[in-house]
């Protein structure tokens, strides 16, 4: 893992290391090398989190995102079966790849549907100051 820039910290079941800014969890069990990245929900856009988790869900092959038991916390999980070392090395650099490509797509949907929703936010508050102006007779500046 430290030829390829990664420093991990040992624990009793996992490893820890960095992925950009968020904290990776490598675990292995049974034959399954499982990589998982761990983050919190914004609560004042806890919807569209959710949608945007379910959008880069559908985009991706071998990423999953999974709400925590908490509800405030996400988990992005990237599985596969590895049963030796070879394979391990070369299974790892695919699995922090997919899950940096899913972190990418979730914050650009994220974008996307804050963007939309500041639109249609915007929108509505038009039509009612144009409905406001009408109302009272006053015509519209546009």
Do not use: Q, W
């Given at each position: ?34 990589v ?51 394979e ?21 949907e ?33």
């Amino acid at each position: 893992m430290m030829e390829d820039g990664y420093y991990p910290t040992y624990e009793k079941r996992h490893i820890l290391f960095e992925i950009g800014d968020n904290t990776a969890v490598l675990e292995y069990e049974e034959g399954i090398l499982a990589v998982r990245i761990f983050f919190s929900i914004d609560e004042e856009a806890y919807d569209l989190f959710l949608e945007a988790s379910n959008a880069t869900m559908m985009d991706t092959f071998m990423v999953k995102p999974a709400i925590l038991d908490d509800m405030k916390n996400i988990m992005f999980s990237c599985e596969i079966p590895c049963d030796t070392a070879k394979e391990f090395r070369k299974f790892l650099p695919r699995c922090i790849e997919r899950l940096t490509e899913a972190l990418m797509m979730h914050k650009a949907e994220m974008k996307r549907l804050l963007i939309a929703e500041n639109v249609s936010s915007a929108t509505i508050s038009a039509a009612e100051d144009t409905y406001m102006m009408s109302s009272k007779g006053i015509k519209p500046l546009s």
